[in-house]
């Protein structure tokens, strides 16, 4: 790729650029397929989601590939740490079982809420993974 | 909290017409630098990966605005709209 000279852009400058650009947009349009209370809508901010991630992807490559976004391996000694420091903190969540499979119907609540439930008493119903 | 059904009837939201006026303009950003950046580049093959996204976006571009434009019903709009996008394979990656 075109060296950077004298301050100026070079290839790679501008293509960390675009790199920035696509992770922003990928961001941005999975937040507003969410957001969307319009299907169709929803469904096309989902398009875009999609279609930026692969760019994201692509342009990451393309930099990666040609030693502009190095990815060296983790220290050692941090890694430790890390794993150290995060093994203490399992200890104190105060939980000595492994979690389990279950789902839940958390995200959608039946529609119209039984008649009997009272304010903020949704049917949460555990379910299994078969 | 209260249980509300979704009562969308096809007209847009407040929130997405909010989020079609922010998506417009990160688009037309995007085709304005990416067009400046085109002239810019040396390398060939990036050259050629920013011409295909300066077409993508304003694809998105146009598309986004049709949505605005036809009124009537915006979530069968924007669902026709996507299906003659994918037809005409303008989009390769969605979800």
Redesign the interface.
Known sequence: MAPNAGGSWGDADIMTDVLTTAKGQTKFYATAATESANPGVGEVFKAFHGEEQHNLETVFSFLHTRGEYPTPLADKQQLRQTIERFEKAHSTLGISESPTTRRYKTADPEHPPKADAGAGAFDYKADTLQ | ???K??D?T?D??E??LF??T??LG?EAA?VK??QH?QH????E??KQ??AE?ID?HHR?FD??LS?LQYQED??????L??QDL?TQGG?????
């Not at chain 2, 915006?74 to 669902?79: E, G, I, N, P």
């Open positions: 909290m209260q249980v059904q979704h969308v096809g847009l939201t929130k997405e989020l079609l922010d998506a990160l995007a630098k990416y950046y810019e580049l040396q390398d093959r990036a990966l920013l996204m993508q998105r598309m986004m949505v915006v979530s069968r709009t924007a669902k709209l996507l994918q989009i390769h990656h969605g979800a």
